[in-house]
Antibody, heavy 118, light 111 residues
Framework: QVHLVQSGAEVKKPGASVKVSCKVSGYTLTELSRHWVRQAPGKGLEWMGGFDPEHGETIYAQKFQGRVSLTEDTFTDTFYLELTSLRSEDTAVYYC???????????WGQGALVTVSS | QSVLTQPPSVSGAPGQRVTISCTGSSSNIGAGYDVHWYQQLPGTAPKLLIYGNNNRPAGVPDRFSGSKSGTSASLAITGLQAEDEADYYCQSYGSRLSGYVFGTGTKVTVL
């Protein structure tokens, strides 16, 4: 059973960057396909980026290209999302998730609220 | 923005059957990619409900079922219960360029 625990809430100013972490337990990081999904207040789910097993590489949603970076630390089984040049529209709950064999998201973190406000 | 279209809301009385549609295109569902469904209770993370069009993860009641045909998919909930009141999202894959795609989401209300 995979368990994902995310870092806490953050408040950032416009133009700043944020880095959200997701610690894996129950499996080692390299055994899992890792993804990030966000949800703005009162809105739907939006996939940001993650490992695409069909092409064997990390891919990003076009709207975040150039602003998002996905990294990992295999020693601590933790993966990260960094989003730069924050604006108010980036205020959202950011979820980490793992990808299953059918390209579904089978396990989810608890979410981390990022608030962008001056 | 969401690429898969769902009705904003559906409702039903306890015990009734409701269905939620998910309409895509030839670039995602119609290209043969699987459809998955998630249930999101208020204030919580989404939970996988159906994967691979019509498979239930362990622990998901058989009241929930999925189907797929052409460029669309559906989630059916039979024997509706108060605890089913939540937001539901479909999801598929839309190619290397568009990546993974979600539906617009549907709020289910139990009358």
């Amino acid at each position: 059973q995979v368990h994902l625990v995310q870092s806490g809430a953050e408040v950032k100013k416009p133009g700043a960057s944020v880095k959200v972490s997701c610690k894996v337990s129950g499996y080692t990081l390299t055994e899992l396909s890792r993804h990030w999904v966000r949800q703005a207040p009162g809105k739907g789910l939006e996939w940001m980026g993650g490992f695409d097993p069909e092409h064997g590489e990390t891919i990003y949603a076009q709207k975040f290209q150039g602003r998002v970076s996905l990294t990992e630390d295999t020693f601590t089984d933790t993966f990260y999302l960094e989003l730069t040049s924050l604006r108010s529209e980036d205020t959202a709950v950011y979820y980490c998730a793992t990808g299953g064999d059918f390209q579904e998201f089978d396990y989810w973190g608890q979410g981390a609220l990022v608030t962008v406000s001056s | 923005q969401s690429v898969l279209t769902q009705p904003p809301s559906v409702s039903g009385a306890p015990g009734q059957r409701v269905t939620i549609s998910c309409t895509g295109s030839s670039s995602n569902i119609g290209a043969g990619y699987d459809v998955h469904w998630y249930q999101q209770l208020p204030g919580t993370a989404p939970k996988l409900l159906i994967y691979g069009n019509n498979n239930r993860p362990a622990g998901v009641p058989d009241r929930f079922s999925g189907s797929k045909s052409g460029t669309s998919a559906s989630l059916a909930i039979t024997g509706l219960q108060a605890e089913d009141e939540a937001d539901y999202y479909c999801q598929s894959y839309g190619s290397r360029l568009s990546g993974y795609v979600f539906g617009t989401g549907t709020k289910v209300t139990v009358l």
